[in-house]
């Protein structure tokens, strides 16, 4: 089961693609896991995801949250970090796979609610 | 009183120094905090065990050169006697202070006050120490007004450099609070409330108020001020006199001033204005000073400035920036005349371009009392010192300026000089018209006249630009003209530079093998002579030539001997250069990691975001990411291609291929044309194969052009004619994957087949995507899904980064020299190493060392 650690559900008032430039882009890692990703929920468990926090700290990367598909082959990760190559190094610490990365911003659904007729 | 926990750090790091770990502490706060009163403390509280040495930044707006070291040089106990007396290079001034605090018994403390007003010379020195200190038993304090330390200030980039290494610390002294103001208020009739709402808890400014007594002041002046205005006339002259003496006065020279009058030197000391340090005399603290020295009356100002001048020359003083800031600040032309330009000269040699320059302009400001002959040799001098600071506008405007005089004296030799640059001079050869136009009138002017060094000189420079714009015939030609007209002239020092050329020459526009051997030659001649500025030279010339023209092997060994070089001597654009160019070269052989490792130590090293380095290193990270499909990379290229306008072809058609690349990796392949297509043209002006080659490849690529240009790079060449297995096979010889694999995919299904392997093994998304697709539509079974973690990951499931920092601990090196290799800081490796650890199975340094051996992960 995963377990999201940080959930921030903030919009980015105003304009959906703009980033202010002093803080860090936002990605989404594509996962693949042919084998299937299994994480038991056991201490064991527990310590390998905690682990991937700390590593990601060396490369002031911030797993904010994952979504898996039903067969554990395909994981999609939301990170804050500096650089496409930092999340590449920290998912190198981890070893773990990195099939895709995308800079992304949020868009909601509710956005344009009101924006005019 | 409250300051006792910043003691008891600087305590625990001298304690640490003991140990043979060494710091620097950073004692940052406002003017008047109570920095140097901290450190004052803290000295005081030493037992004789640790030897002290001190020096100090002068607050002259052109201070002396190293004037800190001049200080060590001064002090019969540091060991350090004539330091600074003969004629050295200031890199090998600061190696000897580091010996001195390596080769010590004692632990030492060296201490230099107010860094903020450091000259150029002053902040080399802080970030070569402050680089090595962490092997020795010495700790380096050295306290700055943090409040004038702005994002231009030149302190700011040298911090920036400084405390992000785990051995700087850090140390603020704050405001006093509430309860500090009120205990030294205690015994004196002030509210301390009062008195922290009008002082801010700036310490100085507390104290001086209790000591003046009276009501409360408004400003720190009028504090000091109204102390001031209690002594007699005599006291307040000498009081006066000390405040023009950036420092201090002289004991010596204060009685000069005093005309004997000993008492009233006694009398500002009683009142506490002044202190008696050792044999000189000064302001309790800089802020006095300078409140005093606001409220001189001019007359009396221009006065004691005069008398100070007078003083320093019947003692015959070598401090040449005193003096000219005396002479200066008389404000009469003939004195500024008289000491200025010395005073240039000395910053200049003292690697203080900034002072240097100053003191050039304070000069010329009396221009209409110099002969014009001198101005405009003066100008010329202005010019160098502005061109080495990035002031190029005003720097050109001096040079026109001394060029229209000599043309309108008719002085043609003088004419002719100015209008020759030296080829180290990079500013004068970026607008390649204005420099043409100079370099044809002096060559008409020296070509009339008999052969002269001079005329060889002008040739070598023209060359040399032809060289820059890769332009091959015409640099041979010139070069040729060079020889014959310094052997005519009997002109011998020329020969080592029109050698060094010809190799270049050779390398890049054809010869490769020769010009390689050239510029080795060249390389091992200088430093055997020693002139390591010219082995610095031919290095940069042999590494980014052979890179240009994909030598690799030619090109690493010279790079990285470039960077130890520039770590050596804290040579900071030749590191970043060599590493740009390191970075360039492991992303075209595929190594994408090493390529981002070397790009970013370039990007966080370089503050000046304009040079060829930046432009090299940030090119080589936006196309790795283009190839990799990650995002960021067309954003950097823009910025690059913008960057490219103001260098030659070659610094920036790399960039723009990148770009043109990335328009045809997302299907757009004409919008990268804008720029390609006025590059090819360029290309086709210069002689190089591999500008025509990679160019013209985009071109082919983006629909634009048909057939390969002529003289285009074989393996380029050979694709654009259909060989695909040609080319595949020179861009295997060459040692370029990821340009194999294109070749490749050119070829039939089981040619892309391979070439598919080849970009999954590099992580090439885009590429792997697109040719997945194509076999698909081709209706080709069994095509490998994509790159899985298995075929990716190292044996034992280390990653890019634990072999790398296993190799270096195959390699010998511990985690502090790991560390400072890789750039990053211990803990991190320490990290690596216990995942390494667990990853092999061992738990020692020597087991590792074995098992990577064993399971060839690595070998020797």
Redesign the interface.
């Known amino acids: 089961m995963w377990v999201g650690i940080i959930s921030p559900t903030f919009c980015v008032a105003g304009d959906p693609g703009r980033k202010g430039r002093d803080e860090m882009p936002r990605y989404i890692v594509e996962r693949e896991f042919p084998k299937g990703l299994e994480i038991p929920t056991t201490p064991e468990g527990q310590k390998a995801m905690l682990g991937v926090v700390e590593n990601n700290l060396t490369e002031q990367v911030t797993w904010v949250q994952s979504f898996v598909t039903d067969d554990h082959t395909k994981t999609f990760c939301v990170y804050d970090g500096p650089s496409p190559e930092a999340i590449r190094r920290a998912a190198g610490l981890s070893d773990l796979p990195v099939n895709r990365i995308s800079e992304i911003s949020i868009l909601d659904p509710y956005f344009y609610v009101g924006a005019g007729a | 009183m409250e300051r006792e926990g910043l003691l008891e750090s600087l305590g625990e790091r001298l304690r640490d120094a003991k140990e043979g770990k060494g710091s620097l502490v950073l004692v940052a706060g406002e003017a008047g905090a109570g920095k140097t009163s901290l450190v004052r403390a803290f000295v005081e509280s030493l037992d004789g065990s640790t030897l002290v040495i001190q020096g100090a930044c002068d607050p002259l707006s052109t201070p002396r050169p190293l004037s800190p070291l001049h200080d060590f040089a001064a002090d019969p106990n540091s060991g350090l006697i004539g330091l600074t007396s003969e004629e050295r290079s200031a890199i090998e001034m600061f190696g000897e202070v580091l010996d001195r605090l390596r080769n010590t018994i004692r632990p030492i403390l060296v201490v230099i006050e107010d860094i903020h007003w450091a000259d150029e010379g002053t902040l080399d020195f802080l970030r070569f120490i402050g680089r090595r200190i962490e092997d020795g038993k010495a700790v380096m304090v050295c306290t700055y007004r943090d409040d004038e330390v702005g994002p231009d200030h030149p302190l700011r980039s040298v911090l920036g450099q400084l405390v992000p290494l785990g051995s700087t610390h850090r140390v603020v002294v704050p405001p006093l609070s509430l309860a500090a103001v009120t205990k030294l208020a205690s015994d004196h009739a002030f509210d301390p409330r009062e008195l922290l709402q009008l002082t801010d808890g700036n310490a100085f400014f507390v104290t001086e108020i209790i000591a003046s007594g009276e009501g409360l002041p408004h400003s720190v002046q009028e504090a000091v001020l109204s102390r001031v205005s209690r002594l007699d006339e005599k006291a307040r002259r000498i009081v006066d006199a000390v405040s023009v003496a950036p420092r201090a006065l002289e004991m010596a020279h204060a009685v000069t001033i005093a005309d004997g009058g000993l008492d009233d030197i006694d009398a500002a000391l009683s009142a506490g204005i002044l202190l008696a340090d050792g044999h000189r005399l000064r302001f309790r603290h800089e802020l006095s000073r300078s409140a005093v020295e606001g409220a001189l009356p001019p007359a009396r100002r221009l006065g004691l400035h005069r008398t100070m001048l007078h003083i320093l020359e019947e003692e015959g003083s070598v401090d040449l920036a005193l003096q000219a800031h005396h002479a200066i600040h008389t404000d009469e032309a003939d004195l500024s005349i008289q000491y200025a330009p010395a005073a240039a000269r000395n910053a200049s040699s003292r690697g203080a371009h900034k002072e240097a320059a100053r003191f050039f302009e304070a000069a010329l400001d009396h221009s209409d009392r110099i002969p014009d002959d001198d101005t405009a040799a003066m100008r010329v001098e202005l010019a160098n010192e502005l061109g080495i600071v990035d002031r190029r506008p005003e720097a050109l405007d001096q040079i026109d300026r001394a060029v229209e005089h000599y043309r309108s004296a008719g002085d043609e030799l003088s004419l002719a000089r100015t209008l020759i640059p030296d080829t180290g001079a990079r500013w004068r050869f970026e607008d390649a018209a204005r420099f043409r136009r100079g370099i044809s009138e002096a060559l008409g002017i020296l070509e009339r006249n008999e052969p002269s060094g001079d005329l060889a000189r002008a040739y070598v420079t023209s060359a040399y630009q032809h060289m820059l714009a890769r332009k091959g015939m015409p640099a041979s030609v010139e070069l040729a003209k060079a020889r014959a007209a310094a052997a005519e002239a009997g002109t011998t020092d020329l020969t080592w530079m029109i050698t060094m050329l010809e190799g270049t020459v050779a390398l890049v526009l054809g010869d490769t093998d020769t010009g390689s051997r050239i510029l080795q030659d060249v390389s091992r001649e200088a430093a055997a002579k020693g002139h390591r500025d010219d082995e610095t030279l031919a290095l940069m010339m042999l590494g980014s030539g052979s890179g240009e023209v994909r030598r690799y092997d030619g090109a690493i060994p010279a790079l990285e001997k470039g960077v130890e070089h520039g770590l050596a001597v804290d040579q900071d654009y030749l590191v970043a250069y060599c590493r740009s160019w390191l970075a360039r070269i492991a992303f075209e052989q595929g190594r994408w990691?090493d390529a981002?490792n070397y790009a970013?130590l370039v990007d966080r090293a370089t503050a000046y975001r304009k040079g060829i380095a930046i432009l090299t290193g940030v090119s080589a990270?936006g196309r790795v990411?283009v190839r990799?499909?990650?995002?960021?990379g067309i954003g950097l290229l823009e910025e690059m291609v913008e960057l490219s306008r103001s260098h030659e072809l070659q610094h920036g058609w790399n960039t723009i291929c990148g770009r043109a690349e990335y328009h045809w990796l997302t299907g757009n392949p004409q919008a990268g044309l804008d720029e390609l297509a006025p590059a090819y043209q360029r290309a086709l002006d210069t002689n190089s194969e591999w500008a025509r080659g990679e160019i013209g490849f985009w071109m082919w690529r983006s629909g634009a052009i048909e057939t390969a240009p002529d003289g285009a790079a074989e393996p380029f060449a050979l694709q654009m004619a259909g060989d695909w297995e040609g080319a595949a096979n020179r861009w295997s010889e060459i040692g370029c994957p990821y340009e194999t694999a294109l070749a490749l995919a050119d070829g039939p299904v089981k040619a892309k087949l391979e070439s598919l392997a080849i970009f999954d093994s590099l992580g090439a998304?885009p590429m792997g995507d697109r040719l997945r697709k194509v076999l698909r539509d081709l209706g080709v079974g069994g095509v490998p899904?994509?790159p899985?973690?298995e075929t990716?990951?190292n044996p034992r499931?280390l990653?890019?980064?634990?072999l790398e920092v296993l190799r270096l601990i195959v390699d010998g090196l511990d985690n502090t020299e790991i560390a400072r290799e890789l750039y990053v800081s211990k803990k991190?490796v320490e990290?690596?190493v216990s995942?390494i650890y667990s990853k092999l199975g061992v738990d020692s340094r020597t087991k590792a060392v074995n098992a990577a051996l064993a399971v060839g992960v690595v070998v020797r």
């Open positions: 990691d981002v970013e990270l990411r990799r499909g990650d995002p960021g998304s899904r994509g899985t973690k990716l990951a499931g990653t890019n980064r634990q991190t990290h690596h995942a």
